[in-house]
């Protein structure tokens, strides 16, 4: 990842540069300036700074072009409790997660998780979600859910649903692909 490196070395030079523009006489700010004052506002500029260093990694390592972003949400959810999921795209296992009891309670409380983010090249592809967890009657529970889809030159939103149906006494996995 030779952009991280950059990154750095940006925010090291940066701090430098600004640290250089304190120590020079006529770039320092007006003498009734405390010391406290310009270190606090050489901390909010460095703040700032690497907010905005985020931002660029962020667009950096994943454009928008190619961008896929998995998100996880409950609706009900007392059909099913929650304890992982794995993603795989194609036939490689892209991400997954263990969840304590805080995060799937988050998740009861309407909370969407960000899965997965990454870059996946336009065309068709295949993404397996395979949920695992204690299902109606105390009983171990393990479901996938598939979906085909089309990647375009736009960000990819894919929602993995659980919801409780009532009429089947079981919990649902859907997956929706956001346009």
């Not at 899965?115 to 695992?132: D, K, M, P």
């Not at 089309?150 to 089947?168: F, N």
């Amino acid at each position: 990842m030779p952009y991280r490196h950059l990154l750095r070395f940006l925010t090291v030079a940066l701090g430098l540069a600004a640290g250089l523009a304190w120590a020079n006489p006529s770039a320092a700010p007006a003498p009734a300036a405390s010391l406290d004052d310009r270190v606090q506002t050489l901390k909010n500029d460095l703040i700032q700074l690497n907010r905005d260093l985020l931002v660029l990694e962020e667009e950096l390592l994943f454009p928008a072009s190619t961008q896929v972003a998995v998100f996880v949400s409950m609706d009900v959810g007392k059909l099913f409790e929650l304890e992982s999921v794995q993603i795989k795209l194609g036939d490689k296992l892209v991400a997954s997660h263990l969840y304590t009891p805080a995060e799937v309670q988050a998740l009861h409380r309407g909370g969407v998780q960000r899965l997965y983010l990454g870059n996946l090249r336009t065309g068709t592809h295949e993404l397996v979600a395979i949920f695992t967890g204690g299902g109606p009657h105390q009983r171990d529970y393990r479901r996938g859910a598939t979906v085909k889809f089309d990647k375009g030159a736009d960000p990819q939103y894919i929602e993995l649903r659980i919801q409780d149906s009532a009429g089947k006494l079981q919990p649902e996995f859907n997956v929706k692909v956001w346009q």
